[in-house]
């Protein structure tokens, strides 16, 4: 047996789209750029991904959540650096009309167009990438707000809350998951590089002095994170940012990177803050923001590592990574059994429930199944087709197992269970069924 990894990002968009797991956003109306729904399947997919991110970081003892709003006062993205220095540097070519990136489209030193080659350019101009709104019913200056365009600054601001009422000691992190807004001047790639997206981030408030050691700790446990989703250890690496590339608030900066179809791309951030952002709040409002280390008797501005990573870009890279063809031949014909080959924990159904005939007693039988399952697990009921056919829709959406019921069932209170991945069968007797699933569907 042949089998084939994903090569090309449209088969994934199709796939996507075929079984419910993103759809294009306002489909209707011709779809808006680079806006994406996620449907059934996608949607508790992602709702996983959360799970396993949120499990990570707040199962620790020295790690708690917070969940801050989007909109913020606008001086606090005066603060960050955002107003004033958030920008890409936009260029329009004026053969093609094509407006891109000026940054990322060098070749020898000089900007090119990357739709006609053209170098016939506007100069480079500066484009903030925040998102404006108005707060109010008056559209003035005075009543501009931000779409946040990272949820870091949610978790800053609230440093001196979350200390005060949890009363952790340094060293403590702050996770966060929440929508962000970024203008893209060139989105795109299905849901790698949207204009609202979903982050996952975490800041870790260290004493000057142990950051460097924390920081490595850090780029340890987030890559060691990406094993236990069972990630193919061979697609991600580490990327040191170089001088040039260093954020303005940044020390250090790792990405992990992942190699999509579409080539090597940042998949998460480690970044060592300094208390760049701490300092930088405690001047713009006025307020300490100092920690006192009641034990030692000494007050100090905690520097932080964080750790950033997109919602939306860490589930394409699941669903790259799950993504196989086994192909096999018979009598000269080729057959392509698509496999999502989810860890079991990020699957979004757990157990496709499959009666073999849509008769009684068949169906209630199958059904009754369903309703207990779905007291533990998220199951799918489908009596829709013929089996095989069944069968390869659960592996499209990577269910880790799929239970038939058959005509015995009501005589030997048993049924077949089929394994995804190796299609082997097994009959297990109902009253098993529960502890057989439970430990296979585990972290
Ligand atoms: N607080 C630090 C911060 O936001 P970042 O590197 O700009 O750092 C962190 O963003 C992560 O957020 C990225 O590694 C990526 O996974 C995700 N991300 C950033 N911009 C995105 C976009 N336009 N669409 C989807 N995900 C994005």
């Excluded at 959540?65 to 329009?92: E, R, T």
């Excluded at 950051?211 to 890559?223: H, L, M, P, Q």
Aim: negative net charge; aromatic residues 12%; contains cysteine.
């Amino acid at each position: 047996m042949e089998v084939r990894k994903l090569n090309d990002l449209q088969k994934l968009v199709a796939l996507s789209k075929q079984r419910g797991f993103v759809f294009q956003s306002s489909e209707v109306y011709g779809g808006l750029n680079s806006c994406w729904d996620y449907g059934p399947i996608g949607s508790q997919l992602k709702l996983n991904v959360k799970l396993a991110w949120w499990k990570a970081m707040t199962s620790r003892n020295d790690i708690v959540g917070i969940d801050a709003a989007i909109l913020m006062h606008p001086q606090v993205w005066k603060a960050s650096g955002h107003v004033d220095g958030f920008s890409d540097p936009l260029v329009d070519c004026l053969d093609c009309q094509n407006r891109f990136r000026a940054d990322t489209n060098m070749v020898d030193g000089e900007i090119v167009c990357p739709k006609c080659e053209s170098k016939n350019l506007t100069e480079p101009r500066n484009f903030n990438l925040m998102f404006e709104t108005y707060m109010g019913p008056v559209k003035e200056d005075a009543s501009v707000v931000y779409l946040r365009p990272e949820t870091a600054q949610g978790i800053f601001v609230n440093f001196g809350n979350v200390q005060a009422s949890t009363r952790k000691k340094i060293p403590f992190g702050i996770a966060q998951i929440g929508k962000s807004f970024r203008n893209e001047i060139t989105p795109g790639n299905f849901i790698f590089r949207t204009r609202e997206f979903e982050q996952m981030e975490m800041q870790y408030f260290v004493k000057p002095g142990t950051d460097d050691e924390w920081f490595e700790t850090w780029k340890k446990t987030r890559w060691d994170f990406y094993k236990t989703l069972g990630i193919n250890q061979d697609k991600l690496r580490f990327h040191a940012h170089g001088d040039g590339e260093l954020a303005h608030y940044a020390k250090a900066a790792f990405d992990i990177e992942y190699e999509f179809p579409i080539g090597w791309q940042e998949l998460e951030g480690v970044h060592n803050r300094t208390d760049f952002d701490l300092s930088q709040h405690q001047k713009f409002s006025g307020k300490k923001l100092e920690y006192f280390d009641e034990a030692n008797k000494e007050k100090y501005l905690p520097y932080v590592v964080e750790t950033a990573v997109g919602c939306d870009r860490m589930c394409l890279m699941i669903m790259s990574d799950a993504y196989r063809e086994e192909v096999t031949s018979k009598d000269g014909k080729e057959d392509v059994r698509v496999v999502m080959g989810f860890a079991p924990h990020i699957a979004p159904v757990k157990v496709g429930i499959l009666p073999l005939s849509k008769k009684e007693p068949l169906k209630s039988l199958a059904l009754k199944i369903r309703d207990d399952l779905a007291q533990n697990w998220n199951v799918e009921y489908d009596e829709a087709g013929s089996i095989g056919k069944r069968y390869r829709r659960q592996d499209e959406i990577g269910t880790p197992f799929c239970i038939t019921v058959d005509f015995e069932t009501s005589e030997d209170n048993a049924v077949t269970i089929r394994h995804r991945d190796s299609m082997e069968q097994e009959r297990v007797s109902l009253d098993k069924l529960k502890e057989f699933l439970a430990p296979k569907l585990l972290a």
